[in-house]
């Protein structure tokens, strides 16, 4: 979303370029999107490498699968703890 809706990538990698160039930021935001963008970027190519050097037995992806939906269920439980009422 963040790479093809808002551009806030792209606009990060901008404001992260002047920084490098003047020295100073007005937009700390979108250099921290991007930051998280890349660090996406890294997480889904580990998990797709990870996954395709798994041998195929079955408990290995029972764990890949568990481990998967644990997670979700961590990130629904921050999201219902933080939510705005």
């Known amino acids: 979303m963040g790479l093809f809706i808002t551009h806030l990538i792209q606009t990060g990698a901008i404001a992260f370029w002047l920084l490098l160039r003047t020295g100073h930021s007005e937009q700390l935001v979108p250099i921290t999107v991007a930051l998280g963008g890349i660090g996406h970027f890294i997480l889904i190519f580990a998990t797709i490498l990870a996954t395709s050097r798994l041998n195929a037995e079955n408990r290995k992806w029972w764990k890949f699968a568990g481990g998967s939906a644990l997670s979700v269920a961590y990130f629904a ?7 705005h009422h």
């Open 77 to 83: 439980l921050l999201v219902a703890f933080f939510e």
